[in-house]
């Protein structure tokens, strides 16, 4: 792996063919052991609802594929990075399971997250043009203003809050750079208000499928609604003002505007509609949770933002930072990545097989929900020398080959890898270097800088002082 050390903005990813699997009959093959600690009734569902990153990275001990009890269901875990590979790799498992089930509910069953075969990959080609690597640069000034924007915002000795922060500055980043326009301005803000109450909703709504329980009219509820109702609303009024403007920038929003399906027939409103939304949400929630978990990595290794200020000093001098910059700031990219290492935004992966097939020499039948989890297998002491420290270097070029395959793949690899790699990676390097180049943080009283498991992972509540340099 060459995270640090490419001129681009590479994202930690393995792609490639999926390793061979195993072609002995289904009958001769094995079940998976049943992971131990399971209670009677419950199975192994509390300990996955009480701390479910200890359950999940702890599985590793119990073998590489280990069947879960939740409940009555039975949900097979992957523990090892080659098969968490081979699955994420192989045509046999889909999208599918509860998880996806009550995003669909909420957000649309027409966009690219959550859609599969012909239609996923028919979408896949009309969305992939606007984060293609050459597609990046474009971007450069938007992303590099609102990093300085955020700059100019913070106050020296001001406490902030980080959640709020990171997520204003995340989805102004996705909806000015993908859906052009100057009317997205305040937009972006109003969007930025309806998602974080939705998110925060939405995990509650996942684990706990209460059904009509939510309907009730609580004010928590009322407010979910309101939400989930105001940004559907928005990404009417913004595909409406888009066709009413009579342009056509070189965007996202034209190629889903202009996108044909499989005839030659334009794709249907319903489908535009929930393809802005399927990619506006996970592209705000996750670069949000990152910038938070970045955030509480530059309090807690002070030394880590001097060197970032340092780098920043010798590549850009005293002007602002600029898109060209970014590539050459290889530490502050090495300081992300192991950050996504540590506190992969993207903590847990599902998906359903649609046949039945093997893996790792054991039997899948059709239809199991699968589950694995990349802040196990990031933080795998079988992976990595000194796994729960933090240390950047382990990404320079010399050292990052030795990295097992699929052992980091905080973007996933395969047919459902995130489109966004390279947009990401840019935006985090130019807020990241902005930020450190011009403060030192402490975290503030209040804080609760422990892991909030979401849709996302990300700090529970980050309050942070600001502090000149
Ligand atoms: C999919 C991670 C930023 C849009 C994914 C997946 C991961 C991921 C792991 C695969 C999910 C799966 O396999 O089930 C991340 C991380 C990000 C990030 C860590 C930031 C650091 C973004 C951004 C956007 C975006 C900024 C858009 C603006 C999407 C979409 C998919 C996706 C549309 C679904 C792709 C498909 O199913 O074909 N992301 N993402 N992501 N991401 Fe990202």
């Known amino acids: 792996m060459t995270v640090g050390s490419s001129p681009e903005f590479p994202a930690p990813l393995g792609q490639e063919a999926p390793p061979p699997s195993d072609t002995r009959p289904q009958a001769e093959l094995l079940e998976p052991p049943v992971a131990g600690g399971a209670l009677p009734f419950l199975g192994h569902g509390w ?212 996108a044909k399906d499989d005839n030659g027939e334009p794709i249907g409103e319903q489908e535009i509609h929930d393809q802005v939304i399927a990619i506006i949400t996970p592209g705000s929630e996750t670069v949000g949770s990152m910038i938070m978990s970045l955030l509480l990595v530059l309090t807690e290794h002070p030394e880590l933002g001097d060197k970032i200020r340092d780098e920043v000093k010798s590549v850009v001098g005293d002007r602002p930072i600029a898109f060209e910059d970014a590539r050459k700031l290889t530490f502050t990219a090495n300081v992300i990545v192991e950050t996504m290492r540590l506190y992969p935004a993207v903590w847990i992966l599902t998906r359903r097989a649609v046949t039945d097939t093997e893996l790792g020499g054991y039997r899948i039948p059709a239809g199991a929900d699968l589950v694995y989890s990349p802040y196990a297998i990031q933080r795998d002491a079988r992976s990595y020398e000194r796994h729960e420290e933090f240390d950047p270097d382990r990404w320079l070029p010399e050292r990052s080959k030795d990295v097992p395959k699929y052992a980091m793949t905080p973007f996933s690899v395969g047919n459902r890898k995130c489109p966004s790699d390279h947009f990401s990676m840019a935006e985090l390097t130019l807020i990241t270097a902005a930020i450190a180049a011009a403060f030192r943080f402490e975290q503030a009283p209040g804080s609760d800088p422990r892991p909030r498991i979401g849709i996302t992972l990300r700090p529970r509540r980050l309050l942070v002082r600001a502090l000149p340099r």
């Open 47 to 258: 300990k996955l609802a009480r701390d479910p990153l200890a359950f999940l990275s702890q599985l590793r001990d119990h073998g590489d594929v280990v069947r879960l009890k939740l409940g009555p269901k039975t949900v097979y875990a992957v523990t090892t990075p080659a098969l968490t590979g081979a699955v994420a790799l192989s045509p046999h498992y889909i999208i599918a399971g509860p998880l996806w089930e009550s995003l669909e509910g909420l957000l649309g069953k027409e966009g690219v997250a959550t859609a599969n075969g012909p239609l996923h990959r028919r979408q896949r080609r009309t969305i992939q043009p606007a984060f293609r690597l050459d597609a990046i640069p474009a971007y450069g000034p938007i992303m590099a203003e609102e990093a300085q924007a955020l700059v100019e915002r913070w106050r020296s000795g001001e406490v902030l809050d980080i959640t709020a922060e990171s997520f204003r500055v995340a989805v102004r980043v996705s909806a000015r750079c993908l859906m052009r326009g100057s009317y997205m301005d305040d937009r972006a803000d109003r969007i930025c208000g309806a998602l974080a109450t939705l998110f925060s909703g939405m995990y509650q709504r996942m684990v706990l499928p209460l059904g009509p329980l939510y309907r009730i009219p609580v004010p928590a509820n009322l407010e979910f609604n309101r939400a989930l109702a105001d940004l559907h609303l928005l990404v009417d009024e913004i595909v409406a003002d888009r066709r009413a403007s009579g342009q056509k920038p070189d965007d996202l929003l034209t190629a889903l505007l202009e």
